[in-house]
């Protein structure tokens, strides 16, 4: 059974820095694309930022590009977001997703992890 | 960036009933498009990928079609726990995006 446990969310002050981790489970980690998709309260998803399976191909929302940066180990079956510069549009929960199919489609979602960004 | 737009936003339908939920393009997206489903408190679900493919153990009242920029998710019989939102996702191009999503609600 495919597991994403998400962990690292919590409450920081505009400026701040975060990093959250995605532990995976139940699936051959190293041949999937992983990515992080967010949902801010009461809203719809947005896409942050996937990361192919070696790592060679990611890419950024430009809502986040040049603040966040998201990175795998394979060897720990684990995906990461550091988040700098947070901004209170940044507040969301961040579900950390599979791959399937194909590069673009999610096929396995976390539960997510509630970023909270406020002064 | 590619706009999705979903309609309508929101269906009110009794169970047994038929749903057909829209989504609309900015530009073509040529079949890569997916449909996921959402409940209150939960992640989002896999339907569909690649415009009609059922995602695995997804039931076959529900079903995918379109092609280009207009696409349809159907689900043929409503059965309670399909009462949710559903959104479209787009992979043609970066940014993947998300259609704002549909709300099916109970009649």
């Known amino acids: 059974e495919v597991q994403l446990l998400e962990s690292g969310g919590g409450l920081v002050q505009p400026g701040g820095s975060l990093r959250l981790s995605c532990a995976a489970s139940g699936f051959t980690f190293s041949t999937y694309a992983m990515s992080w998709v967010r949902q801010a309260p009461g809203k719809g998803l947005e896409w942050v930022s996937p990361i192919s399976s070696s790592g060679g191909l990611i890419y950024y929302a430009d809502s986040v590009k040049g603040r966040f940066t998201i990175s795998r180990d394979n060897s720990k079956n684990m995906v990461y977001l550091q988040m700098s510069s947070l901004r209170a549009e940044d507040t969301a929960l961040y579900y950390c997703?599979?791959?399937?199919?194909?590069?673009?489609?999610?096929?396995?979602w976390g539960q997510g992890t509630l970023v909270t960004v406020s002064s | 960036e590619i706009v999705l737009t979903q309609s309508p936003v929101t269906l009110s339908l009794s169970p047994g009933e038929r749903a057909t939920l829209s989504c609309r393009a900015s530009q073509s997206v040529s079949s890569f498009l997916a449909w996921y489903q959402q409940k209150p408190g939960q992640a989002p679900r896999l339907l569909i990928y690649d415009a009609s493919n059922r995602a695995t153990g997804i039931a076959a009242r529900f079903s995918g079609s379109g092609s280009g920029t207009d696409f349809t998710l159907t689900i043929s019989s409503l059965e309670p726990e399909d009462f949710a939102v559903y959104y479209c996702q787009q992979r043609s191009s970066w940014p993947w995006t998300f259609g704002q999503g549909t709300k099916v609600e109970t009649k």
């Open positions: 997703a599979k791959g399937g199919y194909s590069y673009g489609v999610i096929d396995h």
